[in-house]
T-cell receptor, first 117, second 112 residues
Framework: AQKITQTQPGMFVQEKEAVTLDCTYD???????LFWYKQPSSGEMIFLIY??????QNATEGRYSLNFQKARKSANLVISASQLGDSAMYFC??????????????FGKGTSLLVTP | DGGITQSPKYLFRKEGQNVTLSCEQN?????MYWYRQDPGQGLRLIYY???????QKGDIAEGYSVSREKKESFPLTVTSAQKNPTAFYLC???????????FGPGTRLLVL
């Protein structure tokens, strides 16, 4: 069963606008972590933001924030004030407990974001 | 600068040939991981290692082998048993206490 679901294959946003990328997850592990990565066309995976399952507040990192709704099992990424350089693939990923592949990440299929002038 | 290096950037494999992808990190991370990415897909786990001389199979380990003789190095061998090796291969590492994984720039493997 898919553990991470990203339902938006592609998204458009105008420069300087905010955009929300959706991510839902499935786990029965009480301790888990949620990550967002950016993958530009060069292929490198760039870490953006992390949310732990026990964290009380939503994570923020500069223009990135994570809208964590634990009961709904969603971890949406919000990018504020989009820039042309934000155009890339965005991946949501989850880390479960140690017994689940030693903290390896389960990835969604990604959302392609295009920022237009 | 601290980071993760992967080489080569592009690799071509002939039928029946084994090839080895290099991954080196100088972040003093304990754990290292290999992922495979196919076009339009997310990453899938091939192998991971938490300490030197120990490694575990991931979801798609068939046709691959690894070694972890040094903390800094985690090479991946794509064997002739891997029938569909064309993909983008990413290596990652993490500090077990923090758990955020940082990735290398990747190797693109193509079959001739």
């Amino acid at each position: 069963a898919q553990k991470i679901t990203q339902t938006q294959p592609g998204m458009f946003v105008q420069e300087k606008e905010a955009v929300t990328l959706d991510c839902t997850y499935d786990t029965s592990d009480p301790s888990y972590g949620l990550f967002w990565y950016k993958q530009p066309s060069s292929g490198e995976m760039i870490f953006l933001i992390y949310q732990g399952s026990y964290d009380q507040q939503n994570a923020t990192e500069g223009r990135y924030s994570l809208n964590f709704q634990k009961a709904r099992k969603s971890a949406n990424l919000v990018i504020s004030a989009s820039q042309l350089g934000d155009s890339a693939m965005y991946f949501c990923a989850m880390r479960e407990g140690w017994e689940n592949s030693g903290y390896a990440l389960n990835f969604g299929k990604g959302t392609s974001l295009l920022v237009t002038p | 600068d601290g980071g993760i290096t992967q080489s080569p950037k592009y690799l071509f494999r002939k039928e029946g040939q084994n090839v080895t992808l290099s991954c080196e990190q100088n972040l003093n991370h304990d754990a290292m991981y290999w992922y495979r990415q196919d076009p339009g897909q997310g990453l899938r786990l091939i192998y991971y290692s938490q300490i030197v001389n120990d490694f575990q199979k991931g979801d798609i380990a068939e046709g691959y082998s690894v070694s972890r003789e040094k903390k800094e190095s985690f090479p991946l061998t794509v064997t002739s048993a891997q029938k569909n090796p064309t993909a983008f291969y990413l290596c990652a590492s993490s500090n077990l206490a923090v758990q955020t994984q940082y990735f290398g720039p990747g190797t693109r493997l193509l079959v001739l």
